[in-house]
């Protein structure tokens, strides 16, 4: 366990530097900086202003030294930098984000799940029948309805109909938990149809696969209530690589989030990442990525843990 | 990480390519269907309705009538023939992404199931890479870093559905270099080029085809993604996604411009979704099959 | 609809008195001594002050930002949102009225000393926000900082710095500003608090100037602005201007969707926001609120690179001169801006008597013609060729025109490949003079000299984009005099004569100026549409249920 364990942080760490180096690479490949947005439609201002510019944000030495300062910073003293736009500290930045899109995302995956496993396992023993069916369908609309289309019509729907709308202005959910949850409430739903959808026809798939199981079969015969089978023996087993696929799923939500964010206007990471994208905004591009692959990677090391756990056949030393 | 390959190897399998017990699959018809119809609309709708999909020639904003059936966009084109238009960059987005990651993952999940070790090694890592990203952050990535065209839309997604492909290749290839039949046509000398193309690759087409299926899905909500997020296909070219985005202007007056291209988008995702789930009930009939664990990103 | 203020608000009185300080400050920009203005100002003073009190004062408005300011720091910022962010609670020596006539702000007069410099009169019992008062030293700190602004600002903003040298205290309540040489600019740059406000001495080792600032604007900070969120003010209970202001406090949250922000117009969750011309169509007839428009400085405008050795077709006059005439400016308006806006030449539309008059671009210089600009082409001997136009992909009203133009183009012949990009990869090919054809923006500038400096060699400019070109010469003497032409009386001739060589030259063509819509809840009176793209009226606007 502890080797396993050593094993996957030294793998974590080589896949952050490596997605450390590609982010940073690949920014700098982007057409355009952030000089030639602050200088655009100066037509009176010379290179050696715009040269000036550069040097005073720090991107005029080679790409090595930039690298190594940059990575120095954050390895040594935890420091992202600032934002080229606004100078603020990054960490300061991510802090105010962090917290709203982890909240979109607990909330959308909370509602996915308690959607999704009465429909998947329903659909699964009722194999065929109309609410099978009924249950399939849904998933692959799910699958199949753009998130911000979604979104769009919900809005247009609350909007237009009831002339109601979620509070616009971030309101967090210490000061005001019913508040914070009407705001939530529905970038959640748009965003969790995916995953109730995957969820739901991963585990109707699980549960029909484990209950032709022998093991499944033999406890019914023993005589083992329905609901206890189904329950302990069939559920639990089939709810393995529905974590795995949860586990994915956050990095999906993470990439849904940015566009229902810009939609509901909630300044979490992803919106904050759009944004420093068109903004050619190095620092918060690259403090951003690495954000989102280290909670991807977290994440999936984790499901690996507890999917070790879950299902006894699987030695987490493998 | 190998969540997938581990996903996929717990659960115990059958052979692929079991002839198909039912090929009367009412969901997998339904979806040929739809993409049929999509496919002709792509190919002959702009013969049928002749309308310039880029000409300024009406009123602005007008609704659905006879003259335009989508009613006009926001500088007076004809809605239809741009949703036609639209059609044709959908399917091809979805076709040229899907081939590359078709063609790129095959290879790549080949040499590394086939080769093992360094080979393996190299490929898993830059596959862990490429999953390290959340799928459309990377696709957002590469098309702002190679310019919000197309062409770059395309390789761009290419790149991100090549990753779960590999993956799924490689698991596939390593299952079938464990049958015995490999074994021996290695021993009677058979070139790896034989071995590969007599042997292995017959035995995990069936995977293949389910994936593509599905990543073509993928690959069009990917483009309809982009597009909205202003990094996919540009205005004052017609493609859904930007239709949609330009379109969320006009809610409050010009619902109907909302609602043609994000249904147009849903309909054919339904229908390449419907495809691929028909198709992995024949080909894949092991329930739920290795394909659902990683119809993922 | 309605783009006035109401009948009885102040400030069409304070319009009226117009004349009043235009008189002032034309006898301030005369290049001879002036005479102080503050006489004036103190009457004009008074009046107000009688005025307030008919008027209701208190409550909050809130008012939704379409973009993020970035930062609030008063130097090197090059947004327009940026401004946004903090412009209730600076000012500058100088300000503008409504029409661009000049006026005093901080200072109470100013007067040309010299052949070079300007005295400046530091308005008697002004204080900044926290209570102590304006002097002599703050106003060359904040000088000092508009040369060389410190972090987060770059240096990036300092292109726009006329030639001042430097400023020197006459006494602890009056400056004398030294200029390299006479240029007309400056007083542009003083009245357009963009670049020019004045701070507290030193408070950028105080304060994180990003999030948090003090000025003597009518309000003031209240708590620090939050990236992406909000920034929210309240009355400057120092503030000079007697009466004013009338609100308690003005908070902005920042909305970046449309959609959002007409929906919470409805809702009666914010009392305004700028919209686009169809959002503003869209919730037109609402029951709760006001629309309003008018045109800004910012316009559309097609360019071009003339580079020696590629002898573009567009290198002929004759052809830039048929694109001119074949471009159908009255379907762009309708086509795209719902009917609204005007032509524009490349000086905004509306920009005083520095640019031409809508009358004399529609019937003469921007005139739809198609048989002219045939013949034009035909004179130039050129059937027709391919080109490619560079534009932005958002905001979409570029694509828009772009597609119309290319509709108009094909007529003579001209074959226009429509490349959207994104602002930054856009931004860095145009000042690289990295395209061929380009359909850009320009918005507002200090003075008149921003529109056209770039026609001139001296310009750093001018070698990317028309090194190729011949030149003109009546075109940089007019360029060249312009700028240190102090008098206005006789600088104003020498614009007239340039815009109409521009216009024949075709360097660049310009297209139409656009709308700028505002929607604000019935409750709030007295707000208008500012030329200058900024949200000037709120500082005097009120609340009437």
């Known amino acids: 366990m502890t080797t396993f364990l050593i094993r996957r942080l030294i793998a974590m760490i080589a896949t952050l530097f490596a997605v450390s180096v590609t982010i940073f690479l690949m920014v700098r490949l982007m057409t355009g900086d952030i000089i030639s947005i602050i200088f655009f439609g100066d037509e009176a201002a010379t290179d050696e202003q715009k040269d000036l510019v550069r040097k005073q944000l720090g991107i005029d030495g080679s790409y090595f030294h930039q690298y ?32 709203i899109t982890a909240e979109l995302i607990v909330l ?129 087993n089939a709810l393995i690589p529905v974590v795995t696929v949860a586990g994915f799923e956050v990095g999906y939500l993470i990439a849904g989030a940015a566009v229902v964010e810009t939609i509901f206007n909630l300044p979490g990471v992803g919106f904050n990442l759009l944004h420093a994208i068109s903004q050619r905004d190095y620092p918060l591009i690259e403090a951003t990525t690495l954000l989102i692959a280290a909670v991807f990677v977290i994440v999936n090391t984790l499901v690996d843990l507890v999917y070790g756990l879950l299902d006894p056949r699987i030695s987490v030393a493998d | ?62 609704g659905p009538s006879w003259a335009h059936p989508f009613g006009t966009d926001e500088i007076g084109r004809d809605s239809l023939a741009r949703i036609i238009h639209g059609a044709q ?112 690759l017959p035995n995990i087409t069936a995977p293949i085809i389910v994936l593509t299926s599905v990543y073509f899905s993928q690959a069009i909500l990917s483009e309809a993604t982009l597009s909205y997020l202003g990094l996919g296909i540009q205005p004052p070219e017609a493609a859904w996604g930007n239709m949609l985005a330009t379109a969320r202007q006009y809610v409050g007056t010009s619902i109907w411009m909302s609602i043609f291209p994000g249904a147009a988008i849903m309909i054919i995702v339904l229908g390449f979704n419907f495809l691929g789930d028909g198709l992995r009930d024949i080909l894949d009939p092991r329930v739920g099959g290795v394909t659902d664990a990683v119809t993922k990103k | 609809m309605s783009d006035k ?89 100088l300000e503008w009225d409504p029409k661009l006539n000049l006026k005093p702000a901080i200072a109470e007069s100013y007067k040309v000393s010299g052949k070079k410099s300007i005295d400046f009169q530091i308005r008697k019992g002004i204080k900044f926000s926290d209570g102590s008062p304006v002097t002599a030293n703050d106003v060359i700190y904040s000088f000092l900082q508009q040369a060389t602004p410190p972090a987060p600002g770059t240096s990036a903003s300092t292109s726009q710095l006329p030639a001042i040298d430097h400023l020197e205290a006459i006494t602890p309540t009056s400056v004398r500003m030294y200029l390299k040489q006479p240029d007309a600019r400056v007083y542009g740059y003083l009245a357009w608090q963009r670049y020019s406000s004045i701070v507290p001495n030193g408070i950028y080792s105080s ?34 201007k007697p009466g004013l202001p009338y609100l308690d406090a003005i908070n902005f949250p920042i909305i970046t969707d449309e959609q959002t922000r007409l929906a919470a117009l409805r809702t009666g969750q914010i009392d305004g926001a700028t919209v686009s011309v169809d959002g503003a169509a869209a919730i037109n007839g609402a029951p709760n609120v006001t629309v309003l428009h008018g045109l800004t400085a910012a316009f559309r405008e097609l360019q071009f690179t003339i580079k020696p050795g590629e002898n573009k077709p567009w290198s002929k006059k004759q052809v830039r001169q048929a694109i001119n005439f074949a471009i159908n400016r009255a379907n762009i308006l309708k086509q795209v801006y719902n009917g609204y806006g005007q032509y524009s030449g490349v000086v905004a539309a509306g920009y005083g008597p520095w640019t031409l008059t809508d009358d004399q671009l529609q019937s003469k210089y921007e005139k739809y013609d198609l048989p002219t600009a045939k013949s034009l082409m035909k004179a130039a ?53 990295a395209f061929d054809w380009d359909l850009t923006a320009r918005g507002m500038r200090g003075d008149v000299d921003g529109y056209v400096a770039e026609y001139h060699p001296a310009a750093a400019i001018y070698g990317k984009w ?41 360097l660049e063509i310009g297209l139409v100026s656009v709308s700028k819509w505002q929607v604000v809840n019935r409750r709030v009176k007295n707000m208008y549409v500012a030329f200058t793209d900024f949200n000037t009226g709120l500082r005097n606007a009120y609340i009437k249920a």
């Open chain 1, 108 to 236: 959308g995956i909370v509602i996915a799940l308690l959607f999704a496993i009465p429909l998947g396992v329903i659909s699964a023993v009722k194999r065929d029948s109309a609410a099978d069916y009924g249950a399939r369908l849904t998933g692959l609309i799910g699958i199949s309805i753009p998130g911000f289309w979604l979104a769009t019509l919900l809005i247009i729907f609350t909007s237009q109909v009831f002339n109601w709308l979620p509070p616009l202005l971030y309101v967090s959910i210490t000061t005001d938990p019913w508040k914070n949850f009407t705001q939530f409430v529905f970038p959640a739903l748009s965003i969790s149809v995916f995953t109730l959808a995957i969820v739901m026809r991963m585990l109707r798939a699980t549960m029909l696969e484990v209950l032709n199981l022998d093991y499944v079969r033999t406890a019914r015969a023993k005589g083992v209530p329905r609901r206890t089978v189904l329950i302990k023996h069939a559920l639990r």
């Open chain 3, 5 to 93: 203020p109401s009948e009885s608000s102040p400030l069409e009185r304070e319009v009226s008195r117009r004349g009043l300080l235009a008189k002032a400050g034309k006898l301030g920009a005369g290049a001879l001594v002036a005479g102080a203005v503050a006489a004036p100002a103190e009457a004009a003073r008074s009046k107000a002050a009688r005025t307030s009190a008919k008027v209701p004062t208190g409550g909050t408005v809130t008012w939704a930002l379409e973009q993020d300011p970035a930062f609030i720091a008063p130097f090197g910022a090059t947004l327009t949102a940026n401004r946004w962010g903090n412009e209730m609670m600076y000012e500058s020596l």
């Open chain 3, 381 to 433: 001997g050129v059937s027709g060729f391919d080109v490619t136009m560079t534009t932005f992909a958002t905001p979409t009203d570029f694509a828009a025109i772009a597609a119309l133009i290319k509709a108009d183009l094909s007529q003579i012949g001209i074959n226009v490949n429509i490349v959207p990009q994104d602002t930054a990869t856009f931004a860095a090919n145009n000042s690289a003079g």
């Open chain 3, 207 to 240: 304060k994180n100037m990003a999030t948090d600032g003090i000025g003597t604007g009518p309000f003031m900070l209240n708590g620090k602005y939050v990236s992406n969120d909000h920034v929210n003010f309240v009355k400057n209970p120092n503030y000079w």
């Open chain 2, 1 to 62: 990480m190998s969540t997938l390959t581990e996903t996929w190897k717990a659960v115990p399998r059958r052979r692929f390519l079991v002839v198909p017990a039912k090929w009367r699959n009412p969901i997998g018809i339904a979806g040929a269907i739809i993409v049929a119809f999509v496919i002709l609309t792509a190919l002959i709708g702009n013969l049928i309705w002749t309308n310039d999909p880029n000409l300024s020639n009406a009123d602005r904003l007008l």
């Open chain 3, 466 to 506: 028309f090194s190729g070109w011949g030149g003109n010469k009546q075109m940089f003497k007019d360029i060249g005099n312009g700028r240190i032409t102090l008098d206005p009386a006789k600088r104003i001739p020498i614009y007239q004569d340039l815009n109409k060589v521009l216009m024949d030259e075709c």
């Open chain 1, 68 to 99: 190594t300062h940059w990575a120095g910073r954050i390895l040594f003293h935890g420091d992202f930098g600032n934002s080229f736009q606004t100078g603020q500290p990054i960490s300061e930045i991510l802090g105010h984000s962090i917290h």
């Open chain 2, 89 to 200: 960059v959908s399917l091809q987005v979805g076709a040229t992404a899907t081939a590359i990651a078709l063609v790129a993952g095959t290879v790549l999940g080949m040499l590394a199931g086939y080769y093992k070790g360094i080979v393996d090694q190299l490929v898993s890592r830059v596959i862990d890479l490429v999953f390290a990203f959340p799928g459309l952050v990377l696709a957002i990535v590469i098309a702002g870093l190679l310019g919000p065209t197309r062409r770059n839309a395309m390789i761009a997604i290419g790149i991100i559905i090549t990753a779960p492909f590999a993956r799924v290749v490689r698991a596939a290839v390593l299952e079938v270099m464990g049958f015995p039949f490999i074994e021996s046509s290695r021993a009677l000398g058979a070139s790896d080029f034989r071995v590969i193309f007599r042997h292995v």
